[in-house]
């Protein structure tokens, strides 16, 4: 008997990203287990969230192929034939995937529970009592049972990215991406959002998150990447690379940031 295959969440085989004659992934090769939580680090300019604009259909690779949850991303296979996804397939496949910045983007016009409701409302056609009901779970998942009526400018920033997190779990996405998602908060508030993603990677989710809290990425990544001028430089266990890095770049970079 085989052994069973687990198909990678995130595949990554020579991606290449160009704008213009800027060339900012030279060739990306990585993947991502089901329930992993790979952090990535990097100066910045170095590709990070170009990589993870690439994984959310947001940016077209100019050359190498990337899968999530083994299909191929921007094309629809045919025979032996590729055909580009058209702009609603696009649509369909991002909205597997949940996406958290550092600007938390809240719609400052709508409540709290009301920003949770509105996609999976809008999108996916949920009856509103349903998404209310929801909604109001999520929050208190991220800690935020008794906000559901605030509006996002009454909230701290810590309050506002957790609101963010809750509202991208509501689409029960498979892959959650997060850029940076405490960088811009006050560092008072950085510990109740890693305490919500830490919460979510024990229950399993699948997670790349662009960091640069190295204690995180730690006690919570399986896998650390380091990125520079759009390579890979070295990856490997958190501990392994943080205690041990190989490359000159990596050390200087770990250096300014621990
Ligand atoms: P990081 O997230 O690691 O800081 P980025 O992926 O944001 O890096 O950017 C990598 C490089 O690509 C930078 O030099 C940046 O200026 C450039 N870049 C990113 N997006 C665009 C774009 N839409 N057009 C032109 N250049 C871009
Ligand atoms: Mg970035």
Known sequence: MTEPTITPMVKSEGVHKYFGRL?????IDLEVMPGEVMCVIGPSGSGKSTFLRCINHLEK???GKLWVDGELVGYRQKGDKLHELRDNEVAAKRREI?????RFNLFPHMTVCENVMEAPIQVKGVAKAKARERALALLERVGLADKPKAYPRELSG?????VAIARA??????????????????PELVGEVLAVMRQLAEDGMTMVVVTHEMGFAKEVGDSLVFMDGGVVVEQGSPRDVISNPQHERTKAFLGKVL
Do not use: I
């Open 23 to 27: 060339e900012v992934l030279k060739g």
């Open 61 to 63: 690779l100019t050359a």
């Open 98 to 102: 949940g996406m958290v910045f550092q």
């Open 158 to 162: 810590g309050q506002q990215q957790r």
């Open 169 to 186: 779990l509501a689409m029960d996405p498979k892959l959650m991406l997060f850029d940076e998602p405490t960088s811009a908060l006050d």
